[in-house]
């Protein structure tokens, strides 16, 4: 079946520095995939899509490529600030039934 | 846009007693409708898949007659925690897609639903 595997938290940086948060995916067919995130108290948002495959999803200054060779999907920032704290979950659709299969979450602190 | 609030974002109750948790889509038309349950420190395990006039689609190992579901319009969908028990105390979330964009897959969330059973 459809899963989504992300690194393990918590990941603990200082502000400015690069964020790389893996994700990997298993699915059959060609499924879109997200990264959604959580602050403290909040729901979740999404933060940026692709949809197939060699598209970089983009948003506040976050990246992420879906590589259907590798599988993968990893989010990336060039330049964390405090204010990204949050928990990213990685997630992927079938785009067959419209539901979401999210990764464990990983939470990310960005110290001052 | 793609509002989908949710209503209580937090409630106590007693082991035994029934809690209704509503998830609204604002500002569009939502007929489909999905639960989620997060644990602490963990990601999000879907529930059942809600559907504008018709039953629920229950994931498996998810007891039917204890999280009741209900979707009677296009704008809002109910999650009933029936005879609550310690153990169903958890974040319940809930997500809703837009017609236009389903294909796509992105889905738009609500704030989340504390439930604490004592």
């Known amino acids: 079946g459809n899963s989504v595997t992300q690194m393990e938290g918590p990941v603990t940086l200082s502000e400015e520095a690069f964020l790389t948060i893996n994700c990997t995916y298993t699915a059959t067919g060609y499924p879109s995939l997200f990264w959604y995130v959580q602050y403290p108290g909040e729901g979740l948002q999404l933060l940026l899509k692709a949809t197939k495959a060699d598209d970089k999803g983009s948003n506040k200054g976050f990246e992420a490529t879906y590589r259907k060779e590798t599988t993968s999907f990893h989010l990336e920032k060039g330049s964390v600030q405090v204010s990204d704290s949050a928990v990213y979950f990685c997630a992927l659709n079938d785009n067959q039934g419209g539901k979401l299969i999210f990764g464990q979450g990983t939470e990310l602190s960005v110290k001052p | 846009g793609a509002v989908v609030s949710q209503h209580p974002s937090w409630v106590i109750c007693k082991s035994g007693t029934s809690v209704k948790i509503e998830c609204r889509s604002l500002d569009f038309q939502a007929t489909t409708m999905f639960w989620y349950r997060q644990f602490p420190k963990q990601s999000l395990m879907l529930m059942a898949t809600?559907?504008?006039?018709?039953?629920?689609?229950?994931e498996q190992g998810v007891e039917k007659d204890k999280f009741l579901i209900n979707h009677a319009s296009l704008t809002l969908s109910t999650l009933t925690v029936t005879s609550a028990h310690p153990e169903d105390s958890s974040f319940y979330i809930c997500?809703?897609?837009?017609?236009?964009?389903?294909?796509?897959?992105?889905?738009?969330f609500g704030e989340g639903s504390r439930l604490t059973v004592l």
């Open positions: 809600s559907n504008e006039g018709s039953k629920a689609t229950y």
């Open positions: 997500s809703a897609s837009i017609p236009g964009l389903a294909r796509t897959g992105e889905l738009f």
